[in-house]
Each structure stands twice: as C-alpha cells, then as structure tokens.
C-alpha cells in the first residue's frame, strides 16, 4: 500500500509553485538563487580542503555574506522607484485645468538618498577607474589573512568577493525593481482609498490660491460625501469652500448675482448640515464667520456676515442649562 502523506504531499506541491512563475516558466529568483546555494557549496568543498577547515568555511560564508548583503545594497539603491514628482505635475497640469483637481505624488527621502548615492558612487567608479582594481587587491589581501598564514591565496578571496557580490548586486536590483515599485503602488492606493486622506486633501486645497484652491475643495468634498457619507468636518470644508468663493465672486469688477446667491444658499446648506450633525461646529464655524474674531487665513466665512440667514444660525441664544427662573416658578421646592 502506498505511503500517502498529506504533509508531504502539500510540501512537495508548493515546490513547483515557488519555483516557477504563473505561465510556468522558471523564475528568476530561482536562477539567482542556485547561483548563491552553488557559490555556498563550492565555499564548503575548498574548506574542507584546508588544514583548519572549520575556521575556513566560518570566514569563507562571512566574506562571501558580506559580499552578498553588499552587492543587494548597492542593487537596492540603483533600484529604487521614482515617483517622478515633477514630471507627474508638469504631464498633470493641464488635466487639472480642465477636471479641477491636482494630483499629488508622495514625499520620500529615501528616493533622493538614493540618487545621490548613485550618482556618486558612478562618478567616483568613472573617477578612480584606475585605482579599483588595486584596492580590490589590497582588500582581498587583507580578507586573506583571516584565514590563517599561507591557507588561502588573495585570488581566491577576491574571486568570492566579485562573485557573491556580482549576484547580490543582480538579487537586489531585480528584487527592487519587480517588487518594491508593486508595494508602493499598492499602498499609494490604499492610502488613497481611505477617508482619512481625502480629508487631508480637501483641507491642503482650502489654503491654496483663489480660484482653484476653493474649486478642488468643493469639488473633492462633494466626492467624499457621495462616496463615503456625511462627516461633520467635510461639511465644514465644504462651507469654507464656498465661503471662500462667494469672497472670490464678491470681489468680482462687476460682481454677478445669480453666482452669489447661489454659492451664498450652498454655504448656508453647509453650514447647516455641519450643526445639524454636530452642535460643536456651530462655535467652530461661527469664529470663521464673525470678522471681529476671525482672522486672515481663518476668515472663510467673513463675506457672509451680514446676511441675516446666517446671523440667526450664529446668534442664537441657547438654553439655559441648569435651574431657571420659569423652572422655579414651576417647580416650587418642598
């Protein structure tokens, strides 16, 4: 009867998997991969030849391991993805002329690192082209005395270097380059997919300058409710939006009304949508509309302070919390 291990079975079903691509192919990760295990064996068989063999195998996987993390560092930062900020917001321009919103890429550091740790490390390469090759020797010298007098001879250190360091180089560029752009391209979109940052950007777009600051927040504001739901603080962005376009319109040489009303009716539909679901915003919005207590750039709704629909939302009196006169009255103590 045959032995049939599930374990086994599943174990053995995963090789092919982690071997091969999707269309079946041998990955190149596979390639690089026997490439290192086959430097690691040949490191084995030439320790194991020399009088201390347990010293030269431990320094032989040491330098060949620091050739390799070596090589995926310098694989790493030739690999980075741009994000190509400025020619994104150049390529961009005119599509957020005509849309009314503007795309903005992500801020990493790590991106300028690397490009200037390559440009240096290919100006000096270009430089000092002359000297690599004698300081490869005066290095693999120096690896060579670990071994122990006369065990080991440069060349071979030096072959070890370039070889572990040639495939670390390629393990780390591929890696970066197949990978890691696929990873940030994915968490970009998560990020852009969460109400949180869409909160951000219609906030980033009330500070920007008249018109096309004003219009991207509206715009962007009445996306999220649509897409996400009424939130107190996009409704109060979205009256600071249209607070600051009817200022805009106002300020116009010959100022038109239907455009004034209808940014003013749209300012007070904000406004009240943003008490109705939370009665904090009133004392919020109200210091944006009151000029006497609002100042510039937090002065949104200053232009609509004498109107009166908005002057009965802002001024009126609450109720008196606690026992009053009238309760009093009602309520005689005992």
């Known amino acids: 009867m045959a032995n049939t291990n599930p374990r086994k079975r599943s174990f053995i079903s995963t090789v ?3 071997l091969l ?3 079946g192919e041998i990955k190149w990760s596979t390639y690089l991969g026997f490439a290192v295990i086959a430097g690691a064996i040949i490191l084995l068989l030439f320790a194991l030849r020399t009088p201390t063999p347990i010293r030269s195998l431990a320094i032989s996987l040491l330098t060949g391991g620091a050739s390799l993390a070596g090589g995926v560092l310098i694989g790493f930062l030739f690999g980075i993805p741009r994000t190509l900020q400025k020619q994104a917001s150049q390529a961009s321009a005119g599509a957020s002329e005509t849309t009314g919103t503007e795309s903005y890429a992500v801020n990493t550091n790590l991106e300028q690192i690397s490009d200037w740790l390559t440009k240096i490390i290919v100006g000096v390469g270009l430089v000092q082209l002359t000297v690599i090759p004698g300081k490869l020797k005066a290095l693999a ?3 060579a005395t670990g071994f122990g007098a006369n065990e080991v001879p440069s060349a071979i250190v030096l072959g070890m270097i370039c070889y572990f360091g040639i495939f670390g180089f ?3 560029y591929l890696w ?7 990873e940030f391209s994915r968490i970009e979109r998560i990020a852009r997919d969460r109400p949180e940052y869409h909160e951000g950007l219609i906030h980033a777009y009330l500070y920007q300058p008249m018109p096309t600051g004003f219009t991207n927040a509206i715009k962007e504001a009445n996306d999220y409710i649509k897409r996400f739901g009424d939130n107190e603080r996009v409704w109060d962005y979205l009256a600071c939006g ?8 106002k300020r ?3 100022p038109d009304q239907k455009e004034l009303d209808e940014s003013r009716k749209n300012a007070l539909h904000a406004v009240s949508t943003a008490i109705q679901i939370d009665l904090d915003a009133k004392s919020f919005l109200r210091g944006l509309w009151d000029p006497n207590v609002a100042k510039p750039p937090e002065n949104d709704l200053t232009s609509l302070y004498d109107y009166p629909e908005f002057t009965q939302i802002f001024k009126e009196e609450e109720k008196p919390r606690g026992n009053s006169n009238s309760e009093q009255h009602d309520h005689p103590a005992l």
Do not use: C, S, W
């Open 242 to 249: 249209y607070g600051q376009q009817h200022a805009y319109q």
């Open 252 to 254: 116009a040489v010959k």
């Open 16 to 18: 092919p998997n982690f």
């Open 176 to 182: 970066t380059r197949i990978y890691l752009m696929g």
């Open 141 to 143: 010298d120096y690896l």
């Open 21 to 23: 691509d999707e269309n």
């Open 170 to 172: 390629l393990l780390g």
